[in-house]
């Protein structure tokens, strides 16, 4: 399956990014930026195979260069906090031959992101390890035909109900800002996901392959699976060098579990579909049979054990032994579990069934609970850590009472006032009181993981059952096939045990109608003549 990976993010100077550099990282050449006068440069980035810069029609030749290009759009930022450029990252499906990267990209930039008016600035990285992938730096303002940057937005009056402007107690008018372009719009994230799932598609279909990239969640699908947990480069060097994580753990559980309730789901839907036709089965025979009672399992396993008795016909008395006590071992542990498990008759066995699906169907939503709730205090502890090492920070910062002092202090420690006002936003937002315990949240998620496993190892419980109950069904086939039910039996062959029992009910039947008395006739009515002798 294609890997379904599509990452947008926005390159931002409030986190200390250059557009410089990220163009630097992707195309794997020497970029000089003007903004801090360094020179950007990754000299291990060996894997570019392909980089291009495209241009809509209407823009200038010379922002073909990426050193002009990019230097360009970061001097038109001059806030601190300023949107430099646009970044994807996306997995180029394995199944399309190399030669054809750069065309899927190109296509992809030309549709979406060129003809709007964007400058698409990409690279393919592919070290032959089995993960090729692009990057694409995409602009954040439009560009007229002279080269000049247009704005972001614009500022708007607002008007009343007869058109004036709205005069504020200030004096000022009221106005809002406008975006002069729809680039920022989050439904564009939606659209040019299912784009580029769209563009990957065709490439796949015109070379044959059967593949197709699905970008959408799990739940979007329709999928009852869980999904891992997002380890990050930390967690993911350390499980490359053998060092096992709590991340790593987990996501192994999780794939296992995975594992365990499709092998569950196949077994249970394959033995429901059987016993559906056992059922319809179940209906001939016990209209041929009226009243006759219906056997047990056990009776039909020891049926089973006879066929097999019978195959061995022309085997040495020491392969009839060996072979009926490995039967006779087999059936009686399958027998001693459905004893246990108080299974009879088919329907006891559509019954048992019925709670195996269920019991997958709870531990699978449990494991699930969980694992959304690992990922929720992941989450609040990482922004617990950023609230606790930027609030001396913040302190000190609250503590200056000079005007230019505190703007100076504030310049000098954007990133850390940020983090805190970061973490006090969500921290506010989703903690149920004012105040939270590490401990307590770390205990929660160390109980949530230990309970992983155990859970796990309740579905290998029940795949067991299922296993055995497929055994019982490939047992009874053997016994019970479908060609048994036809009326006669094929020439040279033994009636079964069904075409026995529909001899003996169409005989009764037919004795039974030949001792009825043939029906009394009615007699004319006398004539008068007849009364008169009678007289």
């Given at each position: 399956m294609p890997c379904p990976h599509c990452k947008i993010t926005i390159i931002k100077r409030s986190n200390n990014e250059s557009a410089v550099s990220a163009a630097a990282y992707q195309s794997g050449e020497k970029l000089f930026s003007e903004y801090d006068q360094e020179q950007k440069y990754y000299p291990y980035?060996?894997?570019?195979?392909?980089?291009?810069?495209?241009?809509?029609?209407?823009?200038?030749?010379?922002?073909?260069?990426?050193?002009?290009?990019?230097?360009?759009?970061?001097?038109?930022?001059?806030?601190?906090?300023?949107?430099?450029?646009?970044?994807?990252?996306?997995?180029?499906p394995r199944e399309i031959p190399p030669g054809q990267y750069a065309?899927?990209?190109?296509?992809?930039?030309?549709?979406?992101?060129?003809?709007k008016g964007m400058i698409a600035d990409f690279a393919i990285h592919d070290k032959g390890d089995g993960n090729p992938h692009a990057h694409i730096l995409l602009t954040m303002r439009a560009m007229d035909e002279k080269g000049k940057w247009l704005p972001k937005s614009r500022k708007v009056y607002d008007l009343d109900k007869n058109g004036e402007r709205i005069r504020l107690a200030s004096g000022r008018w009221k106005s809002h800002k406008e975006n002069t372009v729809d680039w920022n719009n989050r439904k564009y994230a939606e659209i040019w996901r299912q784009g580029w799932a769209d563009t990957a598609n065709r490439y796949l279909e015109a070379n044959d392959r059967p593949e197709r990239l699905d970008l959408r969640s799990y739940a979007r699908q329709g999928i009852d699976q869980i999904p891992t947990v997002h380890m990050g480069a930390a967690a993911c060097q350390m499980e490359k060098k053998g060092i096992q994580t709590n991340i790593g753990n987990l996501n192994r559980d999780i794939k296992t579990a995975n594992r365990l309730m499709q092998s569950i789901r196949q077994m249970v839907r394959s033995l429901k579909g059987w016993l559906s036709d056992l059922k319809e089965k179940k209906a001939v025979l016990l209209e041929a049979l009226e009243q006759a009672k219906e056997p047990t399992l056990p009776e039909l396993l020891f049926r089973y054990l006879e066929q097999r008795s019978g195959e061995r016909a022309d085997w040495t008395s020491r392969g009839k032994l060996k072979?009926?006590?490995?039967?006779?071992?087999?059936?009686?542990?399958?027998?001693?579990?459905?004893?246990?498990?108080?299974?009879?008759?088919?329907?006891?066995?559509?019954?048992?069934?019925?709670?195996?699906?269920?019991?997958?169907?709870?531990?699978?939503?449990?494991?699930?609970?969980?694992?959304?709730?690992?990922?929720?205090?992941?989450?609040?502890?990482?922004?617990?850590?950023?609230?606790?090492?930027?609030?001396?920070?913040?302190?000190?910062?609250?503590?200056?009472?000079?005007?230019?002092?505190?703007?100076k202090f504030a310049e000098s420690h954007r990133e850390e006032l940020d983090a805190y006002n970061a973490a006090i936003r969500y921290l506010k937002a989703n903690l149920k009181g004012n105040s939270y315990s590490r401990k307590d949240l770390e205990a929660e998620r160390e109980q949530l993981a230990a309970a992983l496993p155990g859970q796990k190892k309740e579905l290998e419980a029940v795949q067991a059952d299922v296993k055995v109950l497929r055994d019982v069904r490939h047992w009874l086939n053997q016994v019970l096939p479908s060609e048994q039910y036809r009326q006669t039996a094929e020439p040279g062959k033994k009636p079964s045990v069904q075409e026995s029992l529909k001899g003996r009910q169409e005989r009764i039947r037919q004795e039974q109608a030949g001792k009825q008395k043939p029906p009394r006739t009615q007699k004319p009515p006398r004539t008068q003549k007849q009364q008169n002798m009678e007289l």
């Open positions: 980035k060996n894997e570019v195979t392909h980089k291009e810069i495209m241009l809509p029609p209407h823009v200038p030749p010379e922002f073909a260069d990426r050193n002009t290009l990019w230097n360009s759009a970061e001097a038109q930022e001059k806030q601190w906090n300023s949107q430099l450029a646009r970044r994807f990252v996306l997995a180029i065309d899927l990209i190109r296509d992809y930039c030309r549709e979406f992101f060129v003809s072979g009926t006590v490995a039967d006779y071992n087999k059936v009686q542990a399958a027998m001693d579990f459905l004893r246990k498990k108080g299974i009879s008759t088919v329907e006891s066995l559509d019954t048992r069934l019925d709670e195996i699906g269920q019991t997958a169907v709870s531990v699978m939503g449990s494991m699930k609970k969980s694992e959304k709730r690992i990922k929720a205090i992941n989450t609040m502890l990482s922004y617990i850590d950023k609230y606790e090492a930027a609030k001396p920070v913040h302190a000190e910062y609250a503590a200056i009472g000079w005007k230019k002092k505190k703007e």
